[in-house]
């Protein structure tokens, strides 16, 4: 036997009962228990006392583990982004699947005719008379009926009919097509910008209600509990205002689609959050960041100067992360030691730049090579897709759960 196929599994391989800080190979992403628990139940509760139903965005984690712990809170279904992704959650228990995008291929429109014939209950969006059309030709060869939502989107936006007199033309190409049952209305309003952007989307909101008010008035929605849905991780308060004021009526369901607040950040989330609660100061507590990558300095190459073993491999850079705290190896998590003034400058491939205070040592202790230091993320969609595993830790640091993703 090899001396490798002699090591023990548990060195350097994430398993439970692993301590973080002395068993684990880093870096590795850590999703913390604590706040991952209050998130949960903090977004849940939201869309409850808005009367609304919570189906969380699972493209940001794509962890089969994290959407069974939305579901147990309350969640009504989840949101994914591509057939293949709704494949991997419905192989995973996931039965109620919204694509909030174009089921566009052939290939793809098999995906989701086995996931319906194995008893999903599926939506997608459409947003045009071709994709209409290749819908029904698909769907009815098969003799199968495929729920869909017309996209509302903006001058300018991403996708979506442009204005009500698009979505009325569409509304009826649809019901002309058997194998199509209108379902509702789609929209999102990340993509809505301008000088008053808290203005613009809860107007846009309020036309997405006028459209499915229009499509319920003229008898074209055929589902017998249509569903309005919109709203990503930064303006959900405003469009579940509305919804809520506009009083649908029993028979409508309101759908709200954030993912990332389920561990949210450091960074663009974050700040978000404080705008969100800036408008909404009844609101009690925050989102609290769950997410971290912890990494180990492997370098102190001059004065002023830490190379630690993180990089655009391993975490989010659309915003470089945030030190937030240091350990010694095979420490404990009340021995933390503080990382005042440590700033990354640059990040490559698997190598963060870290510049250090004047005086580093301080009364932090001495700075050393294999060091650990936890890294705040930001936009957590771009740091879940790096990683096959994380670890949930509970608040020694303690590996409780290995968390599989299926990007």
């Given at each position: 036997?090899?001396?490798?196929?002699?090591?023990?599994?548990?060195?350097?391989?994430?398993?439970?009962?692993?301590?973080?800080?002395?068993?684990?190979?880093?870096?590795?992403?850590?999703?913390?228990?604590?706040?991952?628990?209050?998130?949960?139940?903090?977004?849940?509760?939201?869309?409850?006392?808005?009367?609304?139903?919570?189906?969380?965005?699972?493209?940001?984690?794509?962890?089969?583990?994290?959407?069974h712990r939305?579901?147990?809170?309350?969640?009504?279904?989840?949101?994914?982004?591509?057939?293949?992704?709704?494949?991997?959650?419905?192989?995973?228990?996931?039965?109620?699947?919204?694509?909030?995008?174009?089921?566009?291929?052939?290939?793809?429109?098999?995906?989701?005719?086995?996931?319906?014939?194995?008893?999903?209950?599926?939506?997608c969006?459409?947003?045009?008379?071709?994709?209409?059309?290749?819908?029904?030709?698909?769907?009815?060869?098969?003799?199968?009926?495929?729920?869909?939502?017309?996209?509302?989107?903006?001058?300018?936006?991403?996708?979506?009919?442009?204005?009500?007199?698009?979505?009325?033309?569409?509304?009826?190409?649809?019901?002309?097509?058997?194998?199509?049952v209108?379902?509702?209305?789609?929209?999102?309003?990340?993509v809505?910008?301008?000088?008053?952007?808290?203005?613009?989307?809860?107007?846009?909101?309020?036309?997405?209600?006028?459209?499915?008010?229009?499509?319920?008035?003229?008898?074209?929605?055929?589902?017998?509990?249509?569903l309005?849905?919109?709203?990503?991780?930064?303006?959900?308060?405003?469009?579940?205002?509305?919804f809520?004021?506009?009083?649908?009526?029993?028979?409508?369901?309101?759908?709200?689609?954030?993912?990332?607040?389920?561990?949210?950040?450091?960074?663009?989330?974050?700040?978000?959050?404080?705008?969100?609660?800036?408008?909404?100061?009844?609101?009690?507590?925050?989102?609290?960041?769950?997410?971290?990558?912890?990494?180990?300095?492997?370098?102190?190459?001059?004065?002023?100067?830490?190379?630690?073993?993180?990089?655009?491999?391993?975490?989010?850079f659309?915003?470089?992360?945030?030190?937030?705290?240091?350990?010694?190896?095979?420490?404990?998590?009340?021995?933390?030691?503080?990382?005042?003034?440590?700033?990354?400058?640059?990040?490559?491939?698997?190598?963060?730049?870290?510049?250090?205070?004047?005086?580093?040592?301080?009364?932090?202790?001495?700075?050393?090579?294999?060091?650990?230091?936890?890294?705040?993320?930001?936009?957590?969609?771009?740091?879940f897709?790096?990683?096959?595993?994380?670890?949930?830790?509970?608040?020694?640091?303690?590996?409780?759960?290995?968390?599989?993703?299926c990007?």
């Amino acid at each position: 036997m090899s001396d490798f196929a002699a090591m023990p599994l548990h060195k350097g391989v994430p398993e439970t009962g692993n301590e973080l800080l002395a068993d684990v190979s880093l870096p590795a992403a850590v999703i913390h228990e604590a706040p991952l628990a209050h998130n949960l139940a903090w977004m849940q509760r939201f869309a409850s006392d808005h009367g609304a139903r919570l189906a969380p965005h699972g493209k940001t984690t794509m962890a089969p583990a994290l959407f069974h712990r939305q579901l147990a809170a309350g969640a009504w279904g989840i949101t994914l982004a591509t057939a293949a992704q709704c494949r991997a959650a419905f192989a995973h228990g996931v039965t109620r699947l919204l694509m909030a995008n174009q089921l566009v291929g052939e290939a793809n429109m098999a995906i989701i005719a086995r996931l319906i014939e194995a008893g999903a209950e599926f939506y997608c969006v459409v947003d045009s008379a071709a994709n209409v059309a290749q819908l029904g030709r698909y769907f009815g060869a098969l003799d199968l009926r495929l729920s869909v939502l017309i996209e509302l989107g903006i001058d300018g936006g991403r996708c979506g009919c442009r204005d009500q007199d698009a979505v009325l033309a569409l509304a009826e190409r649809v019901v002309s097509e058997p194998a199509l049952v209108l379902a509702g209305l789609e929209g999102y309003e990340g993509v809505v910008h301008g000088d008053n952007p808290e203005r613009d989307v809860r107007a846009y909101a309020w036309h997405l209600v006028e459209a499915a008010q229009m499509l319920d008035h003229d008898g074209l929605i055929e589902a017998h509990t249509p569903l309005i849905t919109a709203s990503g991780s930064a303006w959900y308060d405003l469009v579940a205002a509305v919804f809520q004021e506009a009083r649908l009526g029993p028979h409508f369901v309101p759908v709200l689609r954030p993912g990332c607040y389920v561990v949210h950040d450091h960074g663009l989330y974050r700040r978000a959050q404080r705008d969100v609660l800036g408008r909404r100061p009844d609101l009690e507590r925050a989102l609290q960041p769950a997410l971290e990558v912890f990494a180990q300095v492997v370098s102190l190459p001059e004065p002023g100067l830490a190379i630690v073993g993180l990089g655009k491999r391993d975490i989010g850079f659309d915003q470089l992360p945030e030190p937030l705290r240091r350990y010694r190896e095979g420490g404990t998590v009340d021995r933390a030691l503080a990382v005042d003034g440590w700033r990354v400058t640059k990040l490559m491939d698997q190598h963060a730049f870290v510049a250090l205070p004047e005086d580093p040592d301080g009364d932090n202790g001495e700075v050393r090579v294999g060091d650990i230091v936890a890294f705040g993320t930001s936009h957590p969609c771009l740091t879940f897709d790096k990683w096959r595993r994380l670890c949930r830790v509970d608040e020694r640091l303690r590996v409780v759960e290995v968390l599989e993703t299926c990007f």
